[in-house]
């Protein structure tokens, strides 16, 4: 009868110095609270502003399409294969006027396997943008820019 006594004792004083200190590692309600999470992102996050597409080649024609609240700036570009995709009018200079005039870039991203060539209307692609009457108020010109050449609209 001493020994089973003996062996219950020692459990209680074992578990009752688990509980004394709330950050003993004898306790198990501390094994897994305290964990540091290590991560392999930058401490600052992902950089997400870098935006890999390219200048359209050739911008064919540009229009700009008065409505009410604005503007519509529409741009048609001729890319030189087939399957170009991610089409977009980028505002140069947080859209703000640079010497009065609006600069847009024609930019859109790449196939992503071998593409054929076909014909010219199967390689043209169209963006547009609404512009505010709030950003037109300083603006004379109107620009889009493609790799090789670029289009404008005077107001």
């Not at 094994?31 to 200048?55: I, K, M, Q, Y």
Request: neutral net charge; aromatic residues 6%; contains cysteine.
């Amino acid at each position: 009868m001493q020994k089973p006594a003996l062996a219950a004792l020692v459990m209680v004083l074992a578990l009752g110095a688990c509980g004394g200190s709330g950050w003993s590692r004898l306790n198990p309600m501390t094994w897994f609270s305290d964990d540091e999470v290590e991560t392999l992102a930058p401490a600052n996050g992902w950089e997400t502003s870098t935006d890999r597409r390219a200048l359209v080649p050739v911008v064919r024609e540009m229009e700009v399409l008065r409505v009410p609240e604005g503007a519509i700036v529409r741009a048609t570009g001729v890319t030189a294969t087939q399957g170009w995709w991610d089409v977009e009018l980028r505002p140069v200079n947080d859209e703000m006027p640079v010497d009065g005039a609006l600069i847009y870039e024609f930019v859109l991203a790449g196939p992503r396997d071998a593409q054929g060539t076909g014909t010219e209307q199967s390689r043209t692609v169209t963006a547009g943008v609404k512009v505010s009457n709030f950003t037109l108020a300083g603006v004379r010109r109107i620009v889009v820019r493609g790799a090789q050449n670029a289009q404008s609209v005077r107001r």
